[in-house]
């Protein structure tokens, strides 16, 4: 199945994230990204915000900074004319032989849907996988589906990652 969905990711936003990764190994550690759509189906990711100071790090758990990252991201939407926004988040699963997202991954991906000031109807999750100098990224767009019955489903299309 090929992906619907293109996200732009600079080479040196890559390299963050694996530097973070690598100075938390063993343990999770993750953050947001900026940028903004180019099309529907296509993200420019920009930079990256990282856990912030206050980021609580476990071998299979990894809660940010949240106030922080918020100070980030608002900051950061200032600074660019209020042009780069909130996308998603990644974060890494460290040891990991494959990026799959877990039931916590979708229960914040449904949150972030879910919250209005979060602005964010189709939030990116990408996981950084494997270790140090290993490390592989694997992405989802993720976006809610009424149904009839119960609640909305959540839908998650794969990300094809064009590095530049």
């Not at 997202?101 to 189709?122: F, H, Y």
């Amino acid at each position: 199945m090929l992906p619907d969905v293109d996200v732009w990711l600079p080479n040196t936003v890559t390299q963050e994230c694996a530097v973070e990764a690598d100075t938390k190994f063993p343990l999770e550690t993750g953050g947001t990204f900026m940028g903004w759509w180019l099309y529907p189906d296509t993200a420019v990711v920009t930079v990256m915000i990282g856990p912030g100071p206050g980021a609580l790090h476990e071998r299979f758990r990894f809660q940010p900074d949240q106030q922080w990252q918020l100070e980030q991201i608002a900051a950061h939407y200032e600074r660019s004319g209020r042009r780069e926004t909130y996308l998603g988040d990644w974060h890494s699963h460290p040891g990991a032989s494959r990026g799959a997202l877990s039931w916590i991954d979708r229960d914040v991906l449904r949150r972030v849907i879910t919250t209005p000031e979060a602005r964010c109807a189709l939030p990116l999750m990408m996981i950084l996988w494997g270790s140090s100098g290993t490390w592989q990224l694997t992405a989802w767009r993720a976006q809610t589906v009424p149904r009839v019955v119960l609640w909305d489903r959540l839908h998650l299309d794969p990300v094809q990652i064009r590095a530049f």
